[in-house]
């Protein structure tokens, strides 16, 4: 079915199903079939933040007192965390957009988008403020074999997805040959990409970047890199926001609340779809291990990151139901839960600054072209 | 005005009980307790609270956000509205 920007028929969007159903064609938001993603677009619009609100020039000090294996954990962490907002701040859009039918989810897809971009963004803030020229550091993220593995693996669901998408809206279903491959394009297959590429961001969100935010919540247990931690909480907050959506997802799917093709999937590639999460559990095991490879740092380990890697996994499994795959039933960094929680209402023993009084913060260097010279 | 609440228990699934101070959400009143449990947002949207409720009801004091299955709630963001029976993680 051709794509169309503006569908003139008329649907009703409270009965079509999240994806594959009509085109949606008016953005309308007081009613809804899953009133869920409209308030997680309000959650996420109030969450707003910029990165150049936080202050990070303090780090640069600090990071010149790094040892080297250090220094290695954290610029490793940043390129890591660089390639995963990449991918996100463009894949949910190309990917999801064009096979949508719900304005909520739709929008939803928009916004989730749009804060990956402000992620991105605040790792150019904080490498800016290290480096005179950040340039090897981004260079090498297209380059180091450690974080490229990853990213294929990260980008595969997506691009299969996109691929049968563009063959069905440009051909319709049918075998096509594009370059001496033939391709079977059905509905069934269509959303079983979609079901595995739902499945696969879902991993993502869900524990791709826990590796990266315990190092920076030790780093900044000693009082290092705090600037830099204070804008990995509020990435946190959204992520955990990313998180609930997928979940939301997918079991609307599993238990049949959405398009009934989509359960039976579900059903059908159950055993894949674990599969997916467990590879991404391992790959951040692996993670762990490359990034100790040159020395430990004060407070982490291998072994403490993995086993908190398979906590992570076991809760996040389990609200999908994939059960609780690891033996492990205590968290083994409970640290990390005052660096997770969101502001308003908590009791943070650790945190003297609140990061939403960031917002408005005046940088303590501030670039003639900033604030002018205003200070705090 | 309402009148002043009632203290309810909370039972959790290996025996243990606890009073509940009308105040607090349930996860407030384990934490006094120090009973840990696994927490992120602390305000409902982030499902890293998530447990079962076995038995009693409670009230949300925020719109849940987090998905939730059935016979499970966000202790982060409800108290018991009578006594309760719950298991956590910790
Ligand atoms: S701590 Fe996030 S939902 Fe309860
Ligand atoms: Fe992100
Ligand atoms: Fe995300």
């Known amino acids: 079915m051709k794509y169309t920007t503006f569908n003139p028929k008329r649907t009703n969007p409270l009965v ?3 994806f594959f159903g009509n085109p949606v064609n008016v953005a309308r938001y007081d009613q809804q079939k899953h009133p869920i993603f409209e308030k997680l677009i309000e959650k996420q619009i109030s969450f707003f933040w910029r990165p150049e609100e936080v202050d990070v020039s303090k780090d640069r000090v600090d990071f010149q007192s790094l040892s080297e294996s250090e220094k290695h954990i954290f610029i490793s962490n940043l390129k890591y965390q660089t390639l995963l907002d990449s991918v996100q701040g463009r894949s949910p859009n190309i990917a999801f957009l064009p096979i949508l039918s719900l304005p909520e989810l739709e929008t939803w897809t928009e916004t989730w988008s749009f ?15 290290l480096f005179a020229d950040p340039s090897p550091i981004f260079d090498d993220i297209v380059a180091n074999e450690h974080i490229k593995k990853r990213a294929g693996d990260i980008s595969k669901y997506y691009d299969d997805l ?3 998408t563009q063959l069905w809206q440009t051909q319709g279903e049918g075998v096509h040959t594009i370059d001496g491959v033939a391709y079977t394009v059905t509905m069934r297959e269509l959303k079983k990409k979609l079901f595995l590429c739902m499945n696969s961001v879902n991993a993502l969100e869900a524990i791709r970047f826990y590796v990266s935010f315990a190092c920076t919540f030790a780093f900044a247990e000693r009082e290092l890199m705090e600037g830099n931690s204070k804008i990995i909480r509020l990435i946190a907050r959204d992520e955990n926001l990313h998180l609930t959506s997928t979940q939301h997802i997918l079991n609307l799917w599993i238990k049949g609340k959405d398009d009934p093709e989509m359960a039976e ?7 894949e779809a674990k599969a997916i999460f467990m590879l991404a559990v391992d790959q951040e095991k692996e993670w762990a291990s490359y990034l100790f490879e040159q020395g430990s740092m004060i407070g982490l380990n291998k072994d403490i990151l993995c086993q908190y890697v398979e906590y992570i996994a076991n809760h996040r499994m389990s609200a999908i139901g994939m059960g609780q795959p690891f033996d492990i039933s205590t968290n083994p960094l409970p640290w990390m839960n005052n660096y997770l ?3 308003n209402v908590q009791v943070a023993p650790q945190e003297s600054e609140i990061s939403s009084y960031l917002v408005g913060q005046i940088d303590s260097e501030v670039n003639a072209d900033d604030f002018g010279d205003f200070d705090l | 005005m309402s009148e002043p609440q009632k203290q309810y228990v909370i039972t959790l699934s290996d025996h243990i009980s606890i009073q509940h101070d009308p105040k607090d959400t349930v996860l407030e009143s384990l934490e006094k307790q120090n009973i840990d449990i696994h927490y992120h947002c602390r305000e409902g949207f982030c499902g890293a609270c998530r447990s079962k409720l076995l038995e009693g009801e409670v009230d949300y004091t925020t719109d849940p956000l ?7 709630f ?4 409800t108290k018991p509205v009578g ?4 298991k956590i993680e910790q």
Do not use: G, Q, W
């Open chain 1, 162 to 164: 996109i691929f049968l």
């Open chain 2, 83 to 86: 006594d309760i029976k719950i």
């Open chain 1, 341 to 343: 929680n969101s502001d």
């Open chain 1, 16 to 18: 079509e199903p999240m």
């Open chain 2, 66 to 72: 987090a998905f939730i299955d059935d016979d499970e």
């Open chain 2, 74 to 77: 966000l202790p982060c963001c």
């Open chain 1, 115 to 129: 804060f990956e971009t402000i992620h991105s963004r605040s790792y150019t803030h904080i490498l800016r403020n």
């Open chain 1, 265 to 271: 999937i579900a059903e059908e590639l159950k055993d």
